[in-house]
């Protein structure tokens, strides 16, 4: 996943110390590759995952749309050229003020899981269009969602009910399938779920017209994925069986799935040890980890592709750390990583499929190690 | 834990936004609290814990030393005001670019913990004074150190061998027995490891002088927690039984227990929602998280007390989130946190023994939220 314009680019300007180069031609690729997938479909790129101002410009001259979580995020997207009514505002934990702040930027769409969160929107946003995030039970994901999000489907229900009577605009339901999620039938139970919420309300007069089936679309890591077309033909396959010849406005929010595997993180060996002389198992210390870069390895739930330039040599297990003072900054220990036997301090590592949640994610100056570095090509 | 000087600090300044509240008062009555304890150590504060400029002036102008990670710590730890001989640099990885920066800036302490790093030391720092770690078991601490840093004991002979083969004056001996380590005897065991690893030099003619008994002084949160003096009379005994007549220099880390406690967080509630109508937890979400201030609840290692206005009031089980999109944003679920019935959005909450592995922790920006800002009074 290393691109020819990515090795050009760290041979020829050889940059200081760890840092995270993105090919913009992978997103470009990945954008147009799920608009094959999902014709009918809005893609509403989630910026969290990797908010560069330059791929957000291109994604907004591509014709996407964006998921937000804050305040912040509206205005880089704003900033990137995207009018107001390609922004959604996705996050369901709003400040009553951020939501006001919001509809003065022009946007008009926003995420809740609540009737607390209706009334919010219904004071700040007066007429907006919500969406209801609904419970899946995110079985298959590598990156499970928890309960954080959403609420059963009953409860939806009564949200947009409210919505409705609040004067807004009961517009659809959301879900989330987790993750890096791998598993084509994940969205089918959802799916379910949603077009149930949608029967309720039409007895009611109440007109869903959209459902947002968020992210999970996976990044190729080390094992390979289902493509996006096997997503999109089975996801059809789902709205038509659950919807019939009503199939509602749909919309996906990629993150992971549009940029993940166009980043690369450069990394340098640190250093190479064993804790005592019979030690079978080597400790290779990287200046990138969990603190600068590589939070994902949290409880090793994402098991990155490393490229060296050693790797037609033997490879031994290793314990794959990073440089903090701080114990928990190890990315790979319960599952050893196997690396070169050769390698050692001062060998370049490539890390791939870095470009999603990596450099927003990292710490201020923990330790006094700056943020990664990132560079867009 | 909010002091008078914090609370009128919050009352008067009323800061926008969360943030967290340093009082430096009390960070003086833990330095002095340590001195009274362990008379005979030198205090090297841990800078990684919370290095804002305040807290490092006012170490300097008490005669404390430090514990840095990097060229960076040493930096700021110098424009604080203190001379490079109170400043060791304490992380076993290290770029030997980075040892050589640290000798130029006259830093002459050093930590290894295997041959390798003895030898970039000796071609980057020559005549430099080394101390290795040593692996220690980490029993009874809550956040335990894993096989990170250390070596065995046996090992650590041939480090310093080595060391002293190259030059560098063999220093001493290190150990951490895990961060809020809460047994009194922990101590005990290591002392006893380092005791053998001298005498086995001392044979050889190596005479160490050091041993570097590291952090792990707790802070009080939830639980009550030994104080300073019974840490000191321990540590005392320990050293005693184990080097008789012959007790080397000491020195201790704390890190937490300099300023955890002298620190307290301001959030507001964002949400209190449910997920079904029948359900009996309640979801409260706060405009700090995981990301922005709280990266210490990973795994609900630490439990922060709590205070709200509202605390006479009958408590009910809550899980307690962040204001991210990121599902891993939750601090505490396993383990639910009373909270008051009546709290309600817009409500402020006290976050307290907050000093400590908190700012710095901070993401960038992920979400577009900023890092939490800091105040030291």
């Known amino acids: 996943m290393a ?53 957000l410009r291109l994604l907004v001259s591509l014709g996407s749309s964006f998921d937000t979580a804050t305040v912040a995020e509206i205005e880089m ?35 809740v899981d609540c009737v607390e969160e209706v009334e919010k929107v219904a004071r700040a946003a007066p007429g907006a269009r919500v969406f209801c995030r609904v419970l899946t039970d995110g079985e298959g994901a590598e990156w499970p969602l928890s309960r954080k999000f959403g609420c059963v489907p009953e409860m939806a229900v009564s949200v947009l009910r409210r919505a409705h009577e609040l004067g807004l605009q ?50 190729r890591y ?11 033909l089975a996801i059809f396959d789902s709205l038509s069986k659950h919807f019939g010849n009503r199939i509602p406005e749909t919309i996906i929010e990629p993150g992971r799935g549009m940029v993940g595997n166009a980043g690369v993180i450069r990394s340098e060996v640190v250093l190479v040890s064993k804790k005592s002389e019979n030690d079978k198992l080597r400790w290779v210390y990287l200046d990138v980890g ?58 370049e590592i490539l890390i791939e499929g870095t470009g999603a949640y990596t450099t927003t994610y990292a710490s201020v100056a923990f330790n006094g190690f700056e943020p990664i570095r990132s560079y867009v090509i």
């Not at 050889?14 to 590759?33: F, K, S, W």
């Not at 995952?49 to 791929?55: C, D, K, M, S, V």
């Not at 400040?95 to 003065?104: F, M, N, P």
């Open 290 to 347: 969990k603190f600068n870069g590589l939070a994902e390895t949290m409880d090793e739930a994402i098991r990155y592709p490393i490229e060296t330039a050693k790797d037609s040599d033997e490879k031994v297990p290793c314990v794959l750390a990073g440089p903090t003072c701080d114990s928990a900054d190890v990315m790979y220990e319960k599952t050893p990583y196997p690396l070169p036997i050769s390698l050692t301090v001062g060998d």
């Open 222 to 232: 080390l094992k390979d994925v289902p493509s996006a077309q096997a997503y999109g």
């Open 170 to 219: 009961a517009y659809g339901v959301s879900f989330h399938v987790g993750s890096q999620q791998t598993n084509l039938k994940a969205w089918d139970r959802a799916l379910s779920d949603a077009s149930k919420v949608f029967r309720t309300l039409a007895k009611e007069g109440i007109v869903l017209k959209l459902v947002n089936m968020g992210g999970g679309f996976p990044t």
């Open 77 to 111: 997207v704003l900033d990137a050229g995207a009018t107001p009514d390609r922004i959604s505002f996705g996050n369901t934990i709003k400040k009553e003020r951020d939501i006001a702040r919001a509809y003065e930027l022009g946007v008009s769409l926003y995420a």
């Open 3 to 55: 691109t020819q314009r990515i090795r050009d680019f760290l041979a020829t300007r050889r940059p200081e110390g760890p840092c995270m180069i993105l090919d913009l031609d992978v997103v470009r690729e990945n954008y147009e590759g799920f608009v094959k997938a999902l014709p009918q479909s809005r893609i509403f790129y989630a910026v969290k995952a990797n908010p560069a101002p330059e791929i």
